[in-house]
């Protein structure tokens, strides 16, 4: 009997198959959980302007400490015209535009305001509470990376740099299906030798939040004809994931037909427990999964294998699972 490959081997003979998918525009609304497929940079300075770190009262360092008449109001995004003068105070929302000749914001819990002016007791060092101009990002530099899977501080940084659309890889494409006679779906009245199915659930769900499109295909009976016509269906995909049938017993029909219809079988069976029985194939470019039946091992057998293909499928930069000890 063949050796059983390690995990390590069996993920380096899926990716050595593997091969990112086009790339199309896509809105940030429509980008969570989307893998970039070209840098992303940003389309101005951030902040774009200097601005107040908190509310207070925007002063020169050099007036501190002093007690100082408050000449205007600075709101977020209703900057002042007039310069501030020697000696004086500008009241400043957190967000506001620092106004010409301030290099300082004293924070309002720091002052004493009265009859519209502020007593200022500490000095202040010039800079204080101010965000520079470009301190964060500068315009024309990268925000996200490519092969970057976008999650929500990801897609904040975007919005906020001005970027509305990003290049992302398109969805792989996975035709999801379940076999075996035993086999009902939930809500139907099980018979002597029966079972619930429960794997296409968990797995579109998992397909799903691996960022696939996911076509259920109908269950099939052990019956090698509506094998065959389904296998054929789900071979148009960019991967076809069966779940059942890929054992040795006289009913599992999975792997047999699948070599009937062209399917190159690059492994079956990996060192790991659960999920041992797992087979993986490619016919051109679709590549070919086959997960055990019971729906841990095929839980296993998904985490370990097939989010490794869609990653990869969608240009991720370490498509690989991270394990924690």
Request: proline share 6%; charged share 20%.
């Amino acid at each position: 009997m063949e050796a059983l490959l390690t995990i390590e081997v069996a993920q380096a003979r899926i990716l050595e198959r593997v091969r990112p998918l086009r790339g199309e525009r896509v809105s940030l609304d429509d980008a969570l959980g989307r893998v970039v497929a070209e840098e992303a940079r940003a389309l101005v300075d951030l902040p774009p302007f200097p601005s107040s770190a908190m509310d207070g009262f925007a002063v020169r360092a050099a007036d501190t400490p002093g007690r100082l008449p408050v000449v205007a109001r600075v709101a977020a995004g209703v900057p002042v015209a007039s310069p501030l003068g020697s000696a004086e105070a500008m009241g400043i929302a957190t967000g506001g535009v620092v106004p010409e000749g301030a290099d300082t914001v004293v924070a309002v819990e720091d002052v004493v305001e009265n009859d519209n002016t502020v007593e200022i007791v500490a000095r202040l060092q010039v800079g204080t509470n101010i965000r520079t101009r470009g301190g964060d990002v500068r315009a024309g530099a990268a925000i996200v990376r490519r092969g970057t899977r976008l999650g929500s501080p990801q897609l904040g940084a975007l919005a906020a740099a001005g970027i509305a659309f990003v290049h992302c890889a398109v969805r792989p494409r996975v035709a999801l299906l379940s076999t075996g006679s035993e086999l009902r779906r939930p809500g139907e009245p099980l018979r002597a030798g029966e079972i619930y199915e429960a794997n296409g659930v968990l797995l579109a769900a998992q397909l799903t939040q691996a960022g696939a499109t996911v076509v259920r295909l109908p269950q099939v009976a052990d019956d090698e004809d509506v094998h065959r016509e389904a296998i054929q269906q789900g071979l148009g995909a960019d991967v076809l994931v069966t779940s059942g049938g890929v054992s040795v017993g006289p009913h599992d029909l999975v792997r047999r037909i699948e070599r009937e219809l062209g399917v190159e079988e690059v492994f079956w069976g990996v060192a790991v427990k659960p999920g041992k029985p797992i087979a993986f194939g490619t016919r051109g470019a679709t590549l070919v999964f086959g997960l055990p039946g019971n729906p841990v091992s095929s839980l296993v057998a998904f985490e370990l294998f097939v989010r490794l293909a869609l990653l990869g499928l969608q240009g991720a930069a370490d498509p690989r699972p991270r394990f924690h000890s």
